[in-house]
């Protein structure tokens, strides 16, 4: 048991930290808002976290309040991610498609290089020996479950309001829910912001879980990932992230026993998931159906 | 007369084709008006530019005395004008009742703080869009199906569900693109009157564009007729219909 | 600011920008017959540059699986270079068949095709890695044969390097051009391409196989991949199986600089941004990498067609 916790509690937490931020992708989907740039707020999130846990001027503070010096990480990077995404959001929302997708991936990049070239963020190194929260790693367990689960709560909210619903309408037609009153680029910034701000959170959650933090959390390569999440699992179900998720990082390790073939297969699996899955995991369990 | 919609000298041109010329005319409150013309005359290029889908070349169009000429169409449909159209744009992936709900919810500003702090005036917000949809999916007949994917009715359920979600929007003005094609004659004698109806109850001014010419006769005030972007005529149904560029265009094979 | 550092950034920015100007032509070609963006082309890329390299070089590297395995030729460089230009080209077959066509066939949503060729791609990088090994394959200073490393000009007192490697990049990247626009524009196969991509259903309506067309596409966008990546590789090294990851993102915004689907915009933004990243001032050297996504960020926001596109209206 000792054994498995250790081998697969880590294995445990990464899905559940994961998923969380798939959902940060999820949300922006549901208003059929192609974004990638959850990663980058991730990243971003993240550093706040590194830099507020590990800096020297900022010791005096984080002896006096203890463990609540945690959720002060969580709100600083939240107080980063909504300005920074209002600016992003409006001026790239505009935008259809895979030009929108373009420009995320474009902000993700330009990013990447301006952390690289920040000595705060300790350049190409990153920052490492970020404190703790818990002490073992399956109490991570308990920090990450109970906050996915608050977070698909809150997705689940969204779903069934009003505002969801507009979101909705905007997926399924555009043009007619601007005819029928619908703020689009409002309502579908709204949902990019969200989405940005929970990734923002979630970096800040997952660096001390973590212990480093470097460029590599902002990269194309995991933006994509998070992605294959999102539309394996399901890009039309807030359960969808998990499920994805769930197969997805736990694929590499299933498959570790074939050491170097397995990043093939986990490519294989992608291409077999989008042809013979197009609906997701979660597709596969429900019929279509209305909010 | 107390004209509810003003249009003057609209135009729209696609590189070098005038897909609408200079075209003017007023429709007055609570008037059933309708548009008709050859395919390619116009007319849903028209009413894109009256509901701020496409940006005229030039004119402008005054709704209820204020100018609307190129504001945004959401804009202008919480204003009071609403539309439904040719192909109709259904929330096919929604349900029928969600689909009513939508621009209620647009109308209200139903917001993401509502959403994920729902607090009681956000809930109450919600209870009378609920209550105001049921009303609207009732009135055209498909309380039965108010649970149902909107793509899973039948062609003639999508055009009266179309209808009801335009009704959502409160509107002063409602324009509707080609509402009976496809209809049987039944289907189009009931659609007469629920036209009728429906100005009476909401107190509506209907714009419509139709190919159905007994149906225009029988049911309009007044007519225009467009022609290759061009405005011929204007008036009673009895007058266009004798108009002798209007027979020689439009109407005369159509009669014959 | 002198004449002479003026003609060597010139220089510099249209040698590369040449390269980067084939590559997204990869891109350009596929975006324009199947209208999505071929996530694979950047692996496609890396392809190439290794297998020209075991072409020229005759020897695998030292990790992986073929490692230390030896042909029994060496080619060359202009026939390496052909040859793995034609095994890229035969990759992107291999693509087309693996993350494409079965979702053509179904009628999928374009998202899906997107992540499908990253699927492909990840298997195509993962496979180069088992083959190749992940180390540093340098081309040696002989590649070229007797070319010497460089010419010097004095340009008003300042010195002008010209690397061969230089010449060789913007020599080959116009060649490949002059071939594509000539074989686009004035062969039956060139018209009957550009019919398919304008309207396949026409197209197969006048007897041209559509499918054998989408394919060749392919081979020609892979083909072009395949030796932009070799072009890349022998200038600056082939830094590992990974290396192409970052041009294949940086050829995007080659493509939406240029418009996408425009094949002299793919070329124009190629230049253009080989050049802007050639004449960045010193100072901000660093900032290199981020230069072409800005550039992609600012189109985006001015105009979105890019600078040859066409701008689409909306039907209702």
């Not at chain 1, 997708?101 to 963020?121: C, D, H, R, S, Y």
């Not at chain 2, 007369?1 to 070098?16: H, P």
């Not at chain 2, 969600?98 to 647009?106: E, F, G």
């Amino acid at each position: 048991m000792e054994d498995f916790i250790a081998r697969y509690g880590f294995l445990f937490v990464t899905i559940l930290q994961q998923a969380l931020l798939g959902l940060s992708f999820y949300l922006p989907l549901m208003a059929g808002q192609l974004s990638l740039a959850g990663i980058g707020f991730y990243s971003l999130g993240g550093y706040v976290a590194a830099v507020m846990g590990t800096h020297p001027a900022l010791a005096p503070w984080r002896d006096s309040l203890g463990f609540l010096f945690f959720p002060l990480e969580w709100l600083c990077a939240l107080a980063l991610s909504v300005p920074l995404a209002l600016a992003l959001g409006f001026p790239a929302l505009r935008l259809r498609g895979i030009y929108l997708a373009l420009a995320t991936i474009a902000f993700v990049q330009v990013l990447g290089v301006v952390v690289l070239n920040l000595p705060l963020a300790g350049g190409a190194v990153g920052i490492f020996g970020i404190p703790q929260a818990f002490e073992s790693r399956l109490a991570y367990v308990w920090f990450f479950g109970p906050l996915l689960a608050l977070a698909l709560l809150l997705v689940w909210r969204v779903e069934r309001s009003g505002f969801g619903r507009m979101l909705f309408a905007i997926r399924e037609d555009e043009l007619a829910a601007r005819a029928m009153g619908v703020a689009i680029t409002w309502r579908k910034v709204q949902a990019f912001v969200l989405g940005c701000a929970l990734a923002g959170v979630a970096g800040a959650m997952s660096a001390p879980f973590l212990n480093t933090w470097n460029a590599r959390q902002g990269t194309f390569d995991a933006s994509v990932a998070c992605l294959a999440y999102v539309l394996i699992g399901g890009a039309r179900s807030k359960w969808g992230p998990l499920l994805g998720a769930a197969l997805l990082v736990s694929l590499p390790e299933v498959l570790r026993p074939l050491k170097d073939s397995r990043m093939i297969l986990n490519g294989l699996v992608l291409v077999l998931a989008c042809v013979y899955m197009p609906r997701g995991i979660a597709g596969l369990f429900s019929r279509r159906k209305g909010s | 007369m107390n004209a509810i919609l003003r249009v003057q000298d609209l135009s729209k041109a696609f590189g070098g084709l005038m897909a609408v010329s200079s075209v003017s005319f007023e429709v007055a409150e609570g008037e059933i008006f309708g548009l008709i013309g050859p395919n390619g005359a116009g007319k849903t290029t028209l009413f894109n530019m009256l509901t701020g889908l496409c940006t005229p070349t030039s004119g402008s169009v005054r709704f209820q005395g204020r100018e609307i000429t190129g504001l945004d169409p959401a804009r202008i449909a919480r204003m009071g004008m609403a539309r439904t159209f040719q192909n109709i744009r259904l929330f096919g992936g929604l349900s029928v009742l969600d689909n009513v709900r939508v621009p209620l919810h647009a109308m209200a500003r139903s917001g993401l703080w509502g959403a994920l702090a729902g607090g009681a005036a956000a809930r109450d917000k919600e209870r009378r869009a609920l209550e105001k949809a049921r009303e609207l999916v009732d009135l055209v007949g498909l309380s039965g199906r108010a649970g149902a994917l909107a793509a899973s009715l039948p062609y003639g359920g999508r055009r009266r569900l179309e209808i009801a979600r335009a009704l959502a929007l409160s509107p002063k003005l409602l324009l509707l693109d080609e509402p009976a094609a496809g209809l049987n004659p039944a289907e189009k004698v009931e659609l007469s009157r629920f036209i009728l109806d429906i100005r009476d109850r909401f107190g509506l001014t209907v714009l419509f564009i139709e190919h159905n010419v007994p149906m225009v006769m029988g049911l309009c005030q007044r007519i225009a007729v467009l022609n290759f972007g061009d405005l011929i005529a204007v008036g009673a149904p009895e007058a266009v219909q004798a108009d002798p560029a209007v027979v020689e265009a439009y109407l005369g094979e159509a009669h014959a | 600011m002198t004449l002479a550092w003026f003609l060597q950034n010139l220089l510099n920015g249209l040698s590369i920008g040449s390269v980067y100007a084939v590559f997204a032509l990869g891109y350009t070609l596929v975006f324009s017959i199947l209208g999505i963006i071929n996530f694979a082309h950047g692996a496609v890329f890396t392809l190439g540059a290794y297998c020209t390299y075991v072409l020229a070089v005759g020897q695998f590297g030292l990790n992986g699986v073929l490692a230390g395995v030896s042909l029994p030729f060496r080619l060359p460089f202009a026939l390496a270079l052909l040859g793995g230009a034609v095994l890229s080209g035969l990759a992107g077959v291999a693509v087309e068949r693996l993350a494409f066509r079965p979702l053509r066939k179904r009628g999928a949503d374009a998202l899906l095709a997107l992540v499908s060729s990253l699927g492909v791609a990840l298997i195509l990088v993962n496979l180069i890695q088992y083959l190749f090994g992940a180390e540093i394959y340098s081309f040696p200073a002989d590649v070229f044969g007797d070319l010497p490393a460089a010419m010097l000009f004095k340009v008003g007192g300042k010195m002008v390097a010209v690397r061969s490697v230089q010449v060789i990049l913007f020599g080959v990247s116009m060649l490949m051009l002059a071939a594509l626009v000539w074989f686009i524009q004035f062969t039956r196969a060139g018209k009957a391409l550009r019919a398919t991509a304008e309207n396949p259903d026409t197209a197969s309506l006048l007897g041209i196989n559509v499918n054998l067309f989408i394919m060749g596409t392919f081979f020609i966008s892979g083909l072009l991949g395949g030796m932009s990546g070799t072009l890349i590789g022998v200038s600056f090294g082939l830094a590992g199986p990974y290396f192409g990851v970052a041009y294949g993102l940086k050829a995007l915004a080659v493509i939406v600089l240029g418009g996408l689907g425009s094949i002299p915009g793919a070329v124009l933004g190629g230049l253009v941004i080989g050049l802007a990243e050639a004449f960045l001032p010193p100072e901000l050297s660093s900032y290199k990498e981020a230069v072409a996504y800005a550039l992609l960020f600012l189109v985006l926001l001015v105009r979105p067609q890019g600078l040859l596109g066409r701008n689409a209206e909306q039907k209702v």
